[in-house]
């Protein structure tokens, strides 16, 4: 984790980008697919004439899988609402100096200089797992966190990935344990920082107006933009 005096600079940051309303859907929407979820599975049992039963292992899987597509697909209508630009592909560099594009599977977004996404896990302290979309949004993070094989001075703060962390509630389906705003390290190892999101939303204050909306001219979509996923020659750059 960052130093405690370190933590309002990126707190800053995120609310400098993010409008406060983003966090409020999202703390009231993912909480609504959770419990949405655990309905669809319970009640299907008697949807149907001699319906089947689940153990409670395959209920609890079947409940994660159409919560998190629930979860997906409210984390992208909050995004459209607010006019994020929706992100297809990041530079990634391979070789020094020369970035390449690695498209983007997972649903992402930026306001400003902060790329926002979703992931899940099982412990407070748990990343998610890993896999080559998340590792090339984690390689935003490379210039937050200080190593040894860099001098202070080329650490600024620039475009970052911020996760919402999913936690599940261990006992009831229906629940979510709770809502984490984090920051991955480029490797995604460890968090280099975390806030609760209610804690978070306090920190706006009543008298903070919102960062004013991206102008990006988002048409009201017929699909998911991952029908369309794939680097193109401006994906992944910002004017």
Same mark, same amino acid.
């Given at each position: 984790?960052?130093?405690?005096?370190?933590?309002?600079?990126?707190?800053?940051?995120? $609310?400098?980008?993010?409008?406060?309303?983003?966090?409020?859907? #999202?703390?009231?929407?993912?909480?609504?697919?959770?419990? &949405? !979820?655990?309905?669809?599975?319970?009640? %299907?049992?008697?949807?149907?004439?001699?319906? *089947? %039963?689940?153990? $409670?292992?395959?209920?609890? $899987?079947?409940?994660?899988?159409?919560?998190?597509?629930?979860?997906? =697909? !409210?984390?992208?209508?909050?995004?459209? $609402?607010?006019?994020?630009?929706?992100?297809?592909?990041?530079?990634?560099?391979?070789? =020094?100096?020369?970035?390449? *594009?690695? @498209? #983007?599977?997972?649903?992402?977004? #930026?306001? /400003?200089?902060?790329?926002?996404?979703?992931? %899940?896990?099982?412990?407070? *302290?748990?990343? @998610?797992?890993?896999?080559?979309?998340?590792?090339?949004?984690?390689? &935003?993070?490379?210039?937050?966190?200080?190593?040894?094989?860099? +001098? @202070?001075?080329?650490?600024?703060?620039? =475009?970052?990935?911020?996760?919402?962390?999913? &936690?599940?509630?261990?006992?009831?389906?229906?629940?979510?344990?709770?809502?984490?705003?984090?920051?991955?390290?480029?490797? &995604?190892?460890?968090?280099?920082? =975390?806030?609760?999101?209610?804690?978070?939303? !306090?920190?706006?204050?009543?008298?903070?107006?919102?960062?004013?909306?991206?102008?990006? /001219? *988002?048409?009201? +979509?017929?699909? %998911?933009?991952?029908?369309?996923?794939?680097?193109?020659?401006?994906?992944?750059?910002?004017?």
């Amino acid at each position: 984790m960052i130093t405690e005096d370190r933590a309002p600079e990126y707190e800053a940051a995120i $609310r400098k980008d993010v409008p406060r309303n983003v966090f409020v859907e #999202v703390k009231s929407l993912f909480e609504t697919a959770a419990l &949405q !979820a655990n309905a669809a599975v319970s009640a %299907s049992q008697g949807a149907v004439p001699s319906g *089947l %039963s689940l153990t $409670r292992h395959r209920q609890s $899987r079947s409940v994660g899988l159409i919560r998190y597509n629930l979860i997906d =697909q !409210a984390f992208e209508d909050i995004l459209t $609402r607010h006019e994020a630009e929706f992100i297809k592909a990041v530079p990634v560099e391979f070789e =020094q100096d020369e970035p390449s *594009l690695v @498209p #983007v599977h997972l649903t992402t977004g #930026v306001f /400003g200089g902060t790329i926002i996404g979703f992931a %899940s896990h099982r412990d407070a *302290l748990d990343t @998610p797992t890993k896999n080559a979309t998340r590792r090339a949004l984690c390689f &935003q993070n490379r210039g937050l966190s200080p190593d040894f094989f860099h +001098p @202070p001075e080329m650490f600024i703060d620039r =475009q970052r990935l911020v996760l919402i962390m999913v &936690q599940r509630d261990p006992v009831a389906l229906g629940k979510i344990a709770s809502l984490k705003l984090c920051i991955l390290d480029s490797k &995604q190892e460890r968090f280099i920082f =975390q806030a609760d999101i209610n804690d978070f939303l !306090a920190g706006y204050g009543s008298s903070n107006r919102a960062a004013p909306k991206r102008k990006v /001219g *988002l048409k009201n +979509p017929k699909s %998911s933009f991952k029908n369309t996923v794939g680097p193109t020659a401006n994906d992944g750059k910002r004017e």
